[in-house]
């Protein structure tokens, strides 16, 4: 997932995401008394988020699943502690805070249908809440509806890339279906690579019961501070009971 041609044209031409939410979640970790320490970054791409944290004054260890976007990730901020894993893997250090934004823990494969919780992103609950520190924050967001993020095909193009997604939605198993295509010029040839990414639906209720659960409380809304998700996502911003 996130193979070198995709990671490499995520963060050439979609990193829009992470440079908008960036500036508000500092705000966030302001409010919260969170105004230097430790943040780990779970699905931390390219390095975004971590450049601006880092620059922020904030410790970052970043975490991804692909070895591509760590490398990109390492380039770009080398201050901070960049490791190859999974989220449903990933042993986390003490921590102020951790961060999972763009639908990261929409990522984690599971068997069961509909809009409950896999075990696995439970048990990620329970290591975030292990890690972070009384009163620390956990902030992340995912797919509450898959309404209106179909499309037969979409394309778009930089310099030396081109990428095409088709997106289906099964509605039996609450799952999003994203097909991509990308072709990309490295030197006089051009490469051509497809990935297939499969991504869960959850419920605000069932999310809500695992974090609880965890030992969370927890704030939903459609925005990170004055950043609005697009239509169908949920920005949660979860505190670690004293």
Same mark, same amino acid.
């Given at each position: 997932?996130?193979?070198?041609?995709?990671?490499?044209?995520?963060?050439?031409?979609?990193?829009?995401?992470?440079?908008?939410?960036?500036?508000?979640?500092?705000?966030?970790?302001?409010?919260?008394?969170?105004? %230097?320490?430790?943040?780990?970054?779970?699905?931390?791409?390219?390095?975004?988020?971590?450049?601006?944290?880092?620059? %922020?004054?904030?410790?970052?260890?970043?975490?991804?699943?692909?070895?591509?976007?760590?490398?990109?990730?390492?380039?770009?901020?080398?201050?901070?502690?960049?490791?190859?894993?999974?989220?449903?893997? %990933?042993?986390?250090?003490?921590?102020?805070?951790?961060?999972?934004?763009?639908?990261?823990?929409?990522?984690?494969?599971?068997?069961?249908?509909?809009?409950?919780?896999?075990?696995?992103?439970?048990?990620?609950?329970?290591?975030?809440?292990?890690?972070?520190?009384?009163?620390?924050?956990?902030?992340?967001?995912?797919?509450?509806?898959?309404?209106?993020?179909? +499309?037969?095909?979409?394309?778009?193009?930089?310099?030396?890339?081109?990428?095409?997604?088709?997106?289906?939605?099964?509605?039996?198993?609450?799952?999003?279906?994203?097909?991509?295509?990308?072709?990309?010029?490295?030197?006089?040839?051009?490469?051509?690579?497809?990935?297939?990414?499969?991504?869960?639906?959850?419920?605000?209720? %069932?999310?809500?019961?695992?974090?609880?659960?965890?030992? +969370?409380?927890?704030?939903?809304?459609?925005?990170?501070?004055?950043?609005?998700?697009?239509?169908?996502?949920?920005?949660?911003?979860?505190?670690?009971?004293?």
């Amino acid at each position: 997932m996130y193979s070198s041609d995709l990671a490499y044209i995520h963060d050439a031409g979609f990193g829009d995401f992470a440079e908008r939410a960036a500036p508000q979640v500092i705000p966030i970790l302001r409010r919260h008394g969170i105004r %230097a320490g430790r943040v780990v970054e779970v699905g931390c791409g390219s390095g975004t988020l971590a450049r601006r944290l880092v620059d %922020a004054q904030y410790s970052v260890v970043g975490f991804d699943i692909s070895p591509a976007m760590i490398r990109l990730a390492r380039h770009k901020v080398p201050e901070a502690t960049f490791r190859v894993a999974s989220l449903t893997e %990933a042993r986390m250090p003490g921590c102020d805070a951790v961060v999972a934004i763009g639908e990261v823990v929409t990522y984690v494969p599971a068997r069961n249908r509909g809009t409950g919780l896999p075990p696995a992103l439970r048990a990620f609950f329970s290591r975030v809440h292990e890690a972070v520190e009384p009163g620390g924050l956990f902030i992340f967001d995912f797919i509450e509806s898959g309404a209106g993020r179909t +499309f037969q095909a979409k394309s778009r193009s930089g310099g030396d890339w081109v990428i095409a997604v088709h997106a289906e939605l099964d509605t039996r198993e609450q799952v999003l279906t994203r097909r991509i295509v990308t072709i990309r010029r490295v030197g006089r040839q051009y490469r051509r690579a497809q990935e297939t990414h499969r991504v869960r639906i959850y419920s605000r209720r %069932a999310v809500a019961e695992a974090l609880a659960d965890a030992g +969370f409380t927890a704030r939903m809304s459609r925005s990170y501070g004055r950043y609005r998700l697009m239509a169908g996502d949920v920005a949660v911003i979860a505190q670690r009971q004293t």
